[in-house]
DNA sequence: ACACTACCGAACACTTCGTTCGGTTATATT
DNA sequence: AATATAACCGAACGAAGTGTTCGGTAGTGT
């Protein structure tokens, strides 16, 4: 790829970023990104369709970082999925989130994201599937329900927890979400 | 109050109402609602300041209605909080949501509904708060975690009760809400 | 009958969006 | 080093939406 085009490109995410943890998705106008990534309108419409397909590009680019399923990761981190006996996916996943990334608590904080929700719901399906046998389903209830609770469970309580200043250790939110499902 | 602005009042949330049935909020226009209300421009910004105000308005009269509180119900129903025994204000609550008053099921289907969830979940909440004893809190998490816990699974289980289509009885939907909390 | 006030509706300034186009500059290739 | 290519710039544009203003009209309550 063009260096020029990888420039113009971060240029845009890292304003973006920098937007977003200032003020929410929808007061953003493309009109302030590409002044804070001093960049071109034309430029800006040459790589996004929309603002919302730049969400869903800055989103993609995330979560491809935070639920990567390679195994070749260049930062030293464990792998999400690399956990031993008692030690617990979710544990990491709340940990890995307190140090804000690319401030995706921004994101998970701000008002009228949905799209943003929806594109975390979906990575957090795959992760939640894998791990289905750690939980108890009862046995009224259908599978996909139960899903869709443990799923829902896990963004409420993170949104609880991001609400609440993050008092809390990582452990203790994922003690908190294990008692209740 | 004068008639006329009871009409007016009432022709713009009717159609408000008829456009939510169509279309998410944020791609309702002031125009639009005006067209089909067939009121004036100025008539609309001197009833609401916003298109984001007159949601608020909205959502107050469309909750006084489901979370009434007063004695005097004129349309015979069974007051949310008359529940005899082994009978729940959530069963209730299914029950009435089931019959779509007012479009609610559009409001809570649709996307970017944050400012329309955040009202109805404080609503949520005084209803939660009166039930508390219903639910044995587990004695390692907060109370106000528990309460959280349990608003949000009753949103997100109407969420999912709607996006299958509401095959279920609200019978069994409150089954469900009451085996997971 | 009267004063009041809600309504109309057209026009206005303003903001944002997404596109277009001619000109400039960086890049990769030979 | 020369050249073709492709990305970038930036100004301008039309379209759409917002919220306000104002003079004129007509319904309302007393």
Same mark, same amino acid.
């Given at each position: 790829?063009?260096?020029?085009?990888?420039?113009?490109?971060?240029?845009?995410?890292?304003?973006?970023?920098?937007?977003?943890?200032?003020?929410?998705?929808?007061?953003?106008?493309?009109?302030?990104?590409?002044?804070?990534?001093?960049?071109?309108?034309?430029?800006?419409?040459?790589?996004?369709?929309?603002?919302?397909? #730049? *969400?869903?590009?800055?989103?993609?680019? &995330? !979560?491809?970082?935070? $639920?990567?399923?390679?195994?070749?990761?260049?930062?030293?981190?464990?792998?999400?999925?690399?956990?031993?006996?008692?030690?617990?996916?979710?544990?990491?996943?709340?940990?890995?989130?307190?140090?804000?990334?690319?401030?995706?608590?921004? #994101? *998970?904080?701000?008002?009228?994201?949905? &799209? !943003?929700?929806?594109? $975390?719901?979906?990575?957090?399906?795959?992760?939640?599937?894998?791990?289905?046998?750690?939980?108890?389903?009862?046995?009224?209830?259908?599978?996909?329900?139960?899903?869709?609770?443990?799923?829902?469970?896990?963004?409420?309580?993170?949104?609880?927890?991001?609400?609440?200043?993050?008092?809390?250790?990582?452990?203790?939110?994922?003690?908190?979400?294990?008692?209740?499902?």
């Amino acid at each position: 790829m063009d260096r020029r085009q990888r420039k113009t490109r971060e240029a845009i995410f890292h304003a973006f970023t920098k937007l977003l943890s200032q003020k929410d998705f929808n007061q953003i106008t493309v009109g302030e990104i590409i002044e804070v990534a001093d960049v071109g309108r034309a430029t800006f419409y040459s790589h996004f369709e929309t603002k919302d397909y #730049l *969400l869903k590009a800055f989103c993609e680019e &995330l !979560f491809c970082h935070i $639920f990567d399923t390679e195994n070749d990761d260049p930062h030293g981190h464990r792998h999400i999925f690399d956990c031993d006996g008692s030690d617990s996916v979710f544990l990491h996943l709340f940990q890995h989130l307190q140090n804000n990334d690319n401030n995706i608590l921004a #994101l *998970l904080a701000s008002q009228n994201n949905d &799209l !943003f929700l929806n594109y $975390f719901r979906a990575n957090l399906e795959t992760l939640v599937e894998s791990q289905l046998s750690l939980f108890e389903r009862p046995t009224n209830i259908p599978e996909a329900f139960w899903k869709n609770h443990i799923i829902s469970t896990f963004v409420e309580t993170l949104k609880w927890w991001i609400a609440c200043g993050m008092k809390e250790t990582p452990e203790v939110i994922t003690e908190y979400f294990f008692t209740v499902v």
